[in-house]
């Protein structure tokens, strides 16, 4: 599968199983059977609380370390220096690893400077424990913030898709070689889209294999969540053709809607 570099250590695979909610028995065997099925990229965050379920899947499907991306992400409780650090620890003994590929800031919040986590992830960077540092939910203003911590941004996990593209914030991070993931990107509606689903029948592909097809060939990294078997294997398949550019630029120009995921503490507004 393709992938894209972040440093010189970490090159993150371009399709990878989001697992939001995918906890427990059913959660293991998701990710157990995606990585069956030719995934290597695994999404998680502590505030999800299946690391041991991913670990389990891990076991169970029976592929070497080595051969997974895994990415995670600290809570918003958790971004002073000791908090990152306590974190750390504590994210790879659940995952049952040695190392996380890319360990992103979940959230941008106030309450502790944005230096202060991210050089804490770094300094779990330089342990090795680490491999990748990066955001979620940053925009620009948050992006310049972090920025100027000196820390290396390598990936900016935010929520796109074709409805809800962010060319701006995309084009930011492009501007300073930082890989956007997007999140988010199947949301209900998205799927239901005139253009989106004329040109699903006119490649023979379903709807959302069109959204993942437009993620990754605009540069990006989908992370799709689903714990059914049929639609993990619908996922990966979403790879395996070619959109013309031109109906590329009919998806880049469907009309925007607002942004779907909203929490209590995100900001957006600056």
Same mark, same amino acid.
């Given at each position: %599968?393709?992938?894209?570099?972040? *440093?010189?250590?970490?090159?993150?695979?371009?399709?990878?199983?989001?697992?939001? &909610?995918?906890?427990?028995? /059913?959660?293991?065997?998701?990710?157990?059977?995606?990585?069956? /099925?030719?995934?290597?990229?695994?999404?998680?965050?502590?505030?999800?609380?299946?690391?041991?379920?991913?670990?389990?899947?891990?076991?169970?499907?029976?592929?070497?370390?080595?051969?997974?991306?895994?990415?995670?992400?600290?809570?918003?409780?958790?971004?002073?220096? +000791?908090?990152?650090?306590?974190?750390?620890?504590?994210?790879?003994?659940?995952?049952?690893? +040695?190392?996380?590929?890319?360990?992103? =800031?979940?959230?941008?919040?106030?309450?502790?400077?944005?230096?202060?986590?991210?050089?804490?992830?770094?300094?779990?960077?330089?342990?090795?424990?680490? &491999?990748?540092?990066?955001?979620?939910?940053?925009?620009?203003?948050?992006? &310049?913030?972090?920025?100027?911590?000196? =820390? +290396?941004?390598?990936?900016?996990?935010?929520?796109? &898709?074709?409805?809800?593209?962010?060319?701006?914030?995309?084009?930011?991070?492009?501007?300073?070689?930082?890989?956007?993931?997007?999140?988010?990107?199947?949301?209900?509606?998205?799927?239901?889209?005139?253009? =989106?689903? +004329?040109?699903?029948?006119?490649?023979?592909?379903?709807?959302?294999?069109?959204?993942?097809?437009?993620?990754? /060939?605009?540069? %990006?990294?989908?992370?799709?969540?689903?714990?059914?078997?049929?639609?993990?294997?619908? *996922?990966?398949?979403?790879?395996?053709?070619?959109?013309?550019?031109?109906?590329?630029?009919? %998806?880049?120009?469907?009309?925007?809607?607002?942004?779907?995921?909203?929490?209590?503490?995100?900001?957006?507004?600056?």
């Amino acid at each position: %599968m393709k992938s894209i570099t972040l *440093n010189s250590r970490a090159s993150i695979p371009v399709l990878g199983l989001g697992t939001w &909610r995918l906890t427990g028995a /059913a959660g293991a065997d998701a990710v157990a059977y995606a990585l069956s /099925a030719g995934y290597s990229h695994i999404d998680t965050a502590d505030i999800y609380g299946n690391h041991r379920d991913i670990a389990a899947g891990i076991r169970m499907a029976g592929v070497k370390r080595e051969q997974i991306f895994i990415t995670t992400k600290v809570w918003n409780k958790d971004h002073s220096r +000791e908090g990152v650090l306590r974190s750390g620890g504590r994210f790879l003994e659940e995952l049952e690893t +040695e190392y996380i590929d890319l360990l992103l =800031v979940h959230w941008p919040i106030h309450e502790v400077p944005v230096e202060e986590t991210l050089c804490a992830m770094d300094e779990l960077k330089r342990q090795g424990s680490v &491999r990748a540092v990066g955001v979620a939910n940053f925009t620009v203003y948050h992006l &310049r913030n972090a920025l100027a911590s000196g =820390v +290396e941004i390598t990936n900016n996990q935010v929520e796109v &898709r074709p409805d809800f593209a962010q060319p701006d914030l995309r084009a930011f991070c492009s501007s300073h070689n930082i890989p956007v993931t997007a999140h988010s990107s199947l949301r209900a509606g998205s799927a239901e889209l005139s253009a =989106v689903a +004329e040109l699903a029948g006119k490649y023979g592909k379903t709807p959302a294999q069109m959204i993942i097809n437009w993620t990754v /060939a605009r540069g %990006m990294i989908a992370i799709p969540k689903s714990a059914r078997p049929e639609k993990i294997k619908e *996922n990966i398949e979403s790879l395996d053709f070619e959109i013309d550019e031109n109906d590329l630029q009919k %998806m880049d120009h469907i009309p925007q809607n607002e942004r779907g995921v909203v929490p209590s503490w995100g900001e957006f507004d600056r």
